[in-house]
């Protein structure tokens, strides 16, 4: 008999063999706390798999591992209309993911209080919008990446004396270089049905800002203070919506504030191993309206 809890996990494209060898093992991880509530859990590529009605059969669909989606923006975005248009039943609704898609939702969480690193969105970097960065965040080295983008890609570090060579094209954000990424790291708080479930630390290896273990970072339990916990409490408080998972991601500003480095609700890694309950609180979260 089939279970009535059938959950699709989105997967990277066939096509891209890049995670060939990570995917898998991230995909039985999700699944093993939702199959010990009685679901049934299956890969779905987002993309050039079977046809996007072949997703109308799951009661949920999640887009935890739809790595690639930044590389591939124009075919991300229409499947998410797509999906949309065809009421396909993901967490989150595609316009949350619409939304998160692009790291100009930072601007707006500034704007409505939330404790933001300090950002300069730009349509396409130049040397005065540089200057300006510098000048705003007070710092000379500065941190530039596309607004669209996931695991460090085409992101870099550029000194005052640096000569302009190969840029992120399109939208940029730019913000100054935090050396906190390789002292105290980037803070992970997660989240789940709005709950705190656990933390993480990643600590950028020596001479690098790039916190990802493919980079040599170094990922820790971390038991989040006071004013961790209320920056992340005040980030989702600002954001305002209803999020079955979310991660977010803190980093010691120049001023000595922590701030919101990221939010991050389509596919980010959950980190299960470090949480208490074995990722129990992901699983109900998930299957929230069966329970």
Known sequence: MTSKHHIAILVPSPDNHQHD????????????????????????????????EALLVY????????????????????????WQEMG????????????????AYLAELAAKGAPVTPSLMVDGVTEADLAKAREQFQSQTLVIKPQISAGAHQTLVVQDHDRLGSLPTGPVILQPFLPSVGEEGELSLFYFGSVFSHAVAK??????????????????????SPEARNASDAV?????????????????????????????????DLFLAFAPDGGAAYGRAI????L
């Open 236 to 268: 989702l408080a600002a954001c305002g919506l209803d999020l079955t998972y979310a991660r977010v991601d803190l980093i010691r500003c120049l001023d000595g504030s922590l701030r919101l480095m990221e939010l991050e609700v389509i596919e980010p």
């Open 21 to 52: 060898e990570r995917w898998p093992a991230n995909f039985e991880t999700l699944a093993a706390p939702l199959r010990a509530l009685g679901a049934t859990v299956e890969p779905q590529p987002w993309i050039d798999g079977a046809a996007p």
């Open 59 to 82: 009661d949920r669909v999640l887009p935890l591992l739809a790595w690639g989606y930044h590389l591939r923006t124009k075919d991300w975005f229409e499947r998410l209309e797509l």
């Open 287 to 290: 299957l929230k309206s069966f």
């Open 88 to 103: 396909v039943r993901l967490d989150h609704d595609p316009e949350i993911l619409r939304w998160n898609t692009s790291k």
């Open 203 to 224: 600590v950028a290896r020596h001479g690098d800002f790039r916190v990802q273990p493919q980079y040599g970072g170094a990922t820790t339990a971390f038991d989040p």
